[in-house]
């Protein structure tokens, strides 16, 4: 389920980037939504938590998100490179190039994804990791963590 919150939060901030004045029409972005599949209350909560973490009007989303852009750029080291794989850690960039997570959360989750013991870490536990991360209680992330079951490599 907060995977595909996930999914939402990254639709919405890549149509914001690529079209500002999108912005200004979130019903819009809304429609899209539902026509992809996803539900009335996927959309409002993913909106929910877009507004209440970044705590701004949706234009000045995009102004602070594009600042975290010009920032330094974390390459893997060749143990990291070893276990996460490519499509995993594109996915990493990409969430962070758009503002969902900040840099701390982005070191959690290779850290996390190293800590989960598997040979290779793909795609699909990485939006695990990130939904944990991201969705997690105010009070901060605990350490705790947990694979949603959807997760093919738990069965």
Do not use: C
């Not at 962070?96 to 040979?119: V, Y």
């Not at 009070?139 to 963590?145: A, I, L, N, P, Y």
């Amino acid at each position: 389920m907060n995977e595909r919150l996930v999914e939402i939060l990254i639709y919405i901030m890549s149509e914001m980037r690529r079209d500002r004045a999108v912005s200004q029409n979130l019903d819009l972005l809304s429609k899209n939504l539902l026509n992809e599949g996803y539900s009335e209350s996927e959309i409002s909560s993913a909106f929910t938590w877009l507004l209440d973490k970044l705590d701004n009007e949706p234009e000045e989303v995009l102004e602070k998100r594009e600042a975290a852009l010009n920032g330094s750029f974390r390459h893997l080291h060749e143990i990291e490179k070893s276990i996460i794989s490519v499509e995993a850690y594109g996915y990493l960039i990409q969430i962070k190039a758009l503002g969902l997570i900040t840099e701390f959360d982005f070191e959690q989750i290779i850290e996390r994804a190293l800590m989960l013991g598997l040979p290779l870490v793909g795609l699909q536990d990485v939006k695990s990791i990130v939904a944990a991360q991201m969705f997690a209680s105010e009070g901060g992330f605990d350490g705790g963590f947990f694979l949603f079951d959807d997760n093919p490599m738990i069965h």
